[in-house]
């Protein structure tokens, strides 16, 4: 599986404590993380990591564009919900995202145990994709963007 880990600064040492544990199961899977985060795991947990840029610096819509593309499976999002995020719009853009194109998703420590203890966790599952329809996008002489649906 292909796994994005991403933690806001006050949940760091939940995700943490949270991969040191599941050290074993996350190495045999693909690891991609925003960075300080990505840091982290590789210097203190010693798993191997993608490391993207900082959420507030793009990470986040990295994050979320391996989502949509079908690029990633899994979505380990411990956030904070009680400090204010300079990239909030980020955030909430990275989480409908993982919604719309029905990514598991773990904002806490519970759900990423459930998830990672899925029988479907170790299989080759794969969640239902939405079915949308391309859509045809044009820009005329005068630069007005034409969206034929």
Not at 21 to 31: I, Q, V, W, Y
Not at 46 to 75: C, E, F, H, Y
Request: hydrophobic share 40%.
């Amino acid at each position: 599986m292909r796994i994005g880990l991403v933690a806001h600064d006050e949940r760091k040492g939940a995700l943490m404590e949270w991969c040191a544990f599941n050290r074993g199961t996350l190495a045999k899977h693909e690891l991609f993380a925003t960075g300080t985060t990505g840091t982290l795991l590789e210097h203190e947990i010693g798993l191997k990591v993608t490391r993207l840029l900082s959420g507030p610096r793009g990470g986040d819509q990295q994050i979320g564009a391996m989502i949509a593309t079908g690029k990633l499976d899994v979505l380990i999002f411990f956030w904070d919900p009680e400090s204010p995020q300079p990239h909030d719009p980020d955030v909430k853009a990275l989480l409908r995202l993982a919604t719309l194109w029905n990514a598991p998703t773990a904002c806490n420590t519970a759900t990423a145990d459930m998830i990672i203890s899925s029988p479907l966790f170790a299989s080759s599952y794969k969640p239902r994709k939405p079915d949308m329809p391309d859509r045809k996008v044009e820009v005329d002489r005068e630069g007005k963007v034409i969206i034929d649906e």
